[in-house]
């Protein structure tokens, strides 16, 4: 293994936090972040995440205890607040000691932070301003995300170089980790510079051989470039969807068509909005299935970041945590080089 005195320097807090030899989460994909991959990132040294998603409790307590089976090194799990069984899925993250949980998709609720801290899990939440970032921190949460728009999947409207200005100075008291079209390790050194703790990447390691993910959908990334990862658009202001980015294709079309069909359905009366939201939020979840399950790289969602560019060939998860770690002990170690030498 390679020495990596200056990462290790710089990342130091952020790997105490995870109990990890590198400070490199995974970001949770629905349908691709499960025991595979997340045992194979924890194994080489990363942090991987399983994707809850929509899994009912016992779906979820099972593949834990796969995961579990994989790797004896540090692993999270990501649970989504609107589910509708959150506080079944807590309970079962406490009856399998996980020691990291993730909340995503919205404002955690209270109770369900009371609920993860009282049986010692390190709770991590996404912020997408100081404010909330503070605020969160004060509920008790031990570490942040932030996550620009560069992202795959579901994204927010600010960019991660702004959100890092933003919110790194302002948030000093806990790790935090940033998220968002990181596919180098020289990008990995500018944010831990910055006052980052860690990143959290997605986009490459969807992309990787131990991804369960279909093959066209893999080489649909590798052929991919970063204008090709675009955010879908609004069709209708009544029906204010969280934007998603994915890869176009004849899928990122249907969805257009889908939101006009909800539209016209509400204006009929045939649906309220509440309804019609959903409706679109569920033709994401079967759309992304159809991608990376079954394969349907033209009708299904290809949900990519922007770092797709950046993703030239299926590797091996712990050859892409080798790479992004060399590159960055080596863009540090120019930086220690250039102070000394001044």
């Known amino acids: 293994m390679t020495a990596t005195p200056h990462l290790d320097a710089a990342s130091a807090k952020g790997r105490a936090f995870l109990g990890t030899r590198h400070a490199i989460m995974a970001g949770a994909m629905t349908w691709v972040s499960e025991r ?11 942090f991987g995440v399983i994707a809850c998603g929509s899994m009912p409790p016992a779906l979820l307590e099972a593949e834990i205890a796969a995961t579990r ?11 989504i607040t609107l589910h509708p069984q959150l506080d079944e899925l807590i309970q079962v993250c406490a009856r399998q000691n996980v020691s990291h949980v993730v909340l995503a998709g ?7 932070i009371t609920a993860i801290k009282a049986f010692g899990a390190k709770l991590m939440c996404f912020a997408p301003t100081a404010a909330l970032a503070k605020k969160l921190v004060r509920s008790g949460v031990d570490a942040i995300i932030i996550e620009g728009s560069e992202a795959g999947g579901h994204i927010g409207p600010v960019s991660l170089t702004v959100l890092a200005q933003e919110i790194l100075p302002a948030i000093t008291d806990v790790p935090v980790f940033v998220a968002g079209g990181i596919g180098r390790g020289n990008a990995i050194a500018a944010y831990l510079e910055m006052g980052a703790s860690g990143v959290q990447l997605g986009t490459r390691f969807a992309a990787a051989a131990e991804s369960v993910a279909h093959e066209k959908f893999k080489a649909a990334f590798v052929r991919a470039s970063a204008r090709d990862a675009l955010s879908s658009v609004q069709i209708d202001p009544r029906l204010p969807v969280i934007p998603v980015r994915a890869l176009k294709n004849a899928g990122s079309e249907a969805f257009n068509a889908r939101q006009r069909e909800v539209a016209e359905a509400v204006d009929r009366g045939e649906m309220d909005l509440a309804a019609g939201q959903l409706a679109i939020e569920h033709y994401w979840a079967g759309a992304l299935r ?6 349907d790289v ?12 950046m993703v030239t060939k299926v590797q ?14 080596v863009a540090l170690a120019r930086r220690f080089a250039r102070e000394a030498a001044a």
């Open 36 to 46: 595979n991959l997340v045992s194979a990132i924890s194994n080489a040294g990363g």
């Open 69 to 79: 089976a994989l790797t004896s090194k540090p692993f999270g799990v990501n649970l």
């Open 106 to 112: 919205g404002l955690p609720p209270g109770p369900a």
């Open 290 to 295: 159809r991608a990376v399950v079954e394969g």
């Open 298 to 309: 033209e009708n299904g969602s290809l949900m990519a970041g922007q770092s797709v560019g």
């Open 316 to 329: 091996p998860v712990a050859d892409i945590i080798d790479e992004l770690v060399a590159e960055a002990e």
